[in-house]
C-alpha cells in the first residue's frame, strides 16, 4: 500500500450525501452496506487494488455511527478464545442474575434471543472452542500482517501503539483458573509474563489498587489514539480515491441478471455488479431478503470517556473478573466493556456505564471519574464468535462480512483482504470454512 497525502481530516459528524439521480439510474462495481471500520477498509482495500473501480459505501446512519465510534480502540491479536467456552457457560448463571453485571440479558428479550443462546452453549463443548480458537488465531495473525500497512497508508502509523495489555486478578484462585486460557495461548505462540503482589504489578503500571493480586502481561497487543478518528481517516482515503459515500437505510437486496439492487428506505434502489454487507449487528436482517437466516445478535456494550489528566494510564488493563477494560483514548480514558443482550432496538441503560466507572474507581484510586460521556453500542456477534465472511447462498455476487463481535477493528485489514480477493475471483489468503456465514444450517 502506497502512503498518499492525507486527505482532509473528515470533521466528526460529517454528514452523508444523499442518493442523487446519477447514483440510482447507473449501476456501481462494488457496494458496500456499512460505513464502520469494516465496511470502509473493505472499501479501501478495494479501490487501492482498482483505483478505476467504482465503489459506492451506503450507512444507515453515518460514518462509525455504530460500534465503531465508541469502542476499546485495541488490536487484539492475542484475543483469541471465544466468548462462548466452558468457563463462561459455568459463569453466566451468576452473572444473569445481576442486571449491571458483566453479562447481562434483559428479561423482555429472553424469548428472542432463546435460539442464540442455545447455539451459544453448543458453542461451548471442547471440541468447538478448540476449532473456533484455531480459526481465530488465523484470522488476527493475517490481521497483524495487514493492520501496520494499512495504518501506513493511511498515514495513521503514530497513532499505533504497541504497549501491551495487562490482566488483573483479585486473588490468587482467580489468577490461577484463567491459567488454562493462558496454556492455549502459549501453544499458539502467543508471548505473555506473570506477576504476583502490587510491587511487581506497579512496574507495569502504577497507581493500582492493592487489591489486585496477580497479573498478566501480554506485550503483543496494541492500541489506536481514537478508533472514531481512524475511522474518518478511512473514509477520508476513500473519498480521495473516488469513493462515493452515501447516506441510505438498506432494506432488502434485489437479485437482477444484470445486477444486484440494493431497495433504500423509501423505494430507491441503488445498483451494483458486487454488493458486500458490513452492516454490523444489523447485516443479518438483509441476508433475511435473499432467504438466508443467519443467527447475529447484539452484545450491547457500554463505555464511559474521561477527559485528559483522568489518570497516568501506560496501558490498556483488563479485568477478566468483572468484564471491562480501561483504555487510553483521544487524551483521555476510556472506561467500558461488558455485554448486555437486549437487541438492537431497546433504549440505553446508562446505569451500566456509571457501575463500570465505579469498579475502575476501585481498583484505579486515583482515577479522576467526572466529566465523562457515556456511550453505548452494538457489537454484532454470533453464537461462536466467528465473523461470518463468505458469499452468499444463492447469489455469489453478494459478500457477507460481519458478526466480528469484540474484534471488529482487530479484525478489519484481514476481512479486507479476504474480501477483496473473493470479489477479483482470487484464492482468498486463508481457509474460508470456519467463517461460511452458511456454518449454522
Not at 470502509?40 to 451506503?58: F, K, Q
Not at 445481576?98 to 471440541?127: H, T, V
Not at 433504549?347 to 471519574?369: H, N, Q
Amino acid at each position: 500500500m502506497t502512503p498518499q497525502p492525507d486527505p482532509p481530516e473528515l470533521p466528526p459528524d460529517a454528514p452523508l450525501a444523499a442518493p442523487d439521480a446519477a447514483l440510482l439510474a447507473g449501476t456501481a462495481d462494488v457496494v458496500v452496506i456499512g460505513a464502520g471500520v469494516v465496511g470502509l477498509s473493505i472499501a479501501l482495500r478495494l479501490l487501492l487494488a482498482d483505483p478505476a473501480r467504482r465503489v459506492v459505501v451506503l450507512d444507515r446512519a453515518g460514518v462509525a455511527a455504530g460500534a465503531s465510534r465508541g469502542n476499546a480502540g485495541a488490536y487484539a491479536f492475542s484475543d483469541i478464545q471465544p466468548l462462548a467456552s466452558p468457563g463462561i457457560v459455568r459463569q453466566a448463571p451468576r452473572w444473569l442474575l445481576d442486571p449491571l453485571g458483566p453479562l447481562a440479558l434483559r428479561p423482555a428479550y429472553l424469548l428472542r434471543i432463546a435460539p442464540w443462546l442455545w447455539r451459544f452453549w453448543r458453542a461451548s463443548s471442547a471440541a468447538r472452542v478448540d476449532a473456533a480458537t484455531v480459526a481465530q488465531v488465523a484470522l488476527n495473525r493475517l490481521a497483524a500482517e495487514g493492520t501496520p500497512r494499512l495504518l501506513a497508508a493511511l498515514g495513521a502509523q503514530d497513532w499505533w501503539h504497541e504497549d501491551g495489555n495487562l490482566h488483573l486478578y483479585e486473588s490468587e484462585a482467580e489468577w490461577r483458573a484463567s491459567l488454562p486460557g493462558w496454556q492455549q495461548r502459549a501453544a499458539h505462540g502467543i508471548a505473555f509474563e506473570h506477576a504476583h503482589g502490587p510491587a511487581a504489578i506497579a512496574q507495569w503500571q502504577p497507581g493500582l489498587s492493592p487489591a489486585l493480586v496477580a497479573a498478566t502481561f501480554v506485550p503483543g497487543w496494541a492500541t489506536i489514539d481514537d478508533p472514531h478518528r481512524l475511522v474518518r481517516r478511512i473514509a477520508a482515503h476513500c473519498l480521495a480515491r473516488g469513493a462515493r459515500l452515501v447516506r441510505g437505510e438498506a432494506q432488502a437486496l434485489v437479485p437482477a441478471a444484470e445486477a444486484v439492487r440494493v431497495r433504500l428506505a423509501g423505494g430507491a434502489q441503488v445498483a451494483a455488479r458486487q454488493v458486500v454487507v458490513a452492516a454490523g449487528a444489523w447485516s443479518h436482517r438483509l441476508a433475511r431478503t435473499l432467504g438466508e437466516r443467519i443467527p447475529l445478535d447484539t452484545e450491547r456494550g457500554y463505555n464511559t470517556t474521561l477527559p485528559p489528566g483522568a489518570f497516568d494510564l501506560r496501558r490498556q488493563l483488563t479485568f477478566p473478573g468483572h468484564g471491562f477494560v480501561v483504555t487510553r483514548i483521544a487524551g483521555g480514558v476510556r472506561v467500558g466493556g461488558a455485554v448486555e443482550l437486549a437487541g438492537l432496538d431497546a433504549a440505553p441503560d446508562y446505569r451500566r456505564s456509571a457501575a463500570l466507572l465505579a469498579k475502575a474507581k476501585r481498583f484505579l484510586p486515583a482515577l479522576r471519574a467526572e466529566g465523562g460521556t457515556p456511550w453505548m453500542g452494538c457489537r454484532p456477534s454470533l453464537p461462536d464468535s466467528l465473523p461470518a465472511i463468505g458469499r452468499a447462498r444463492d447469489d455469489e455476487r453478494v459478500v457477507y462480512a460481519f458478526g466480528h463481535g469484540h474484534l471488529g477493528l482487530t479484525q478489519s485489514a484481514a476481512t479486507a483482504a479476504v474480501v477483496e480477493a473473493l470479489l477479483a475471483g482470487r484464492q482468498p489468503p486463508l481457509e474460508l470454512r470456519p467463517y461460511s456465514p452458511q456454518r449454522f444450517g
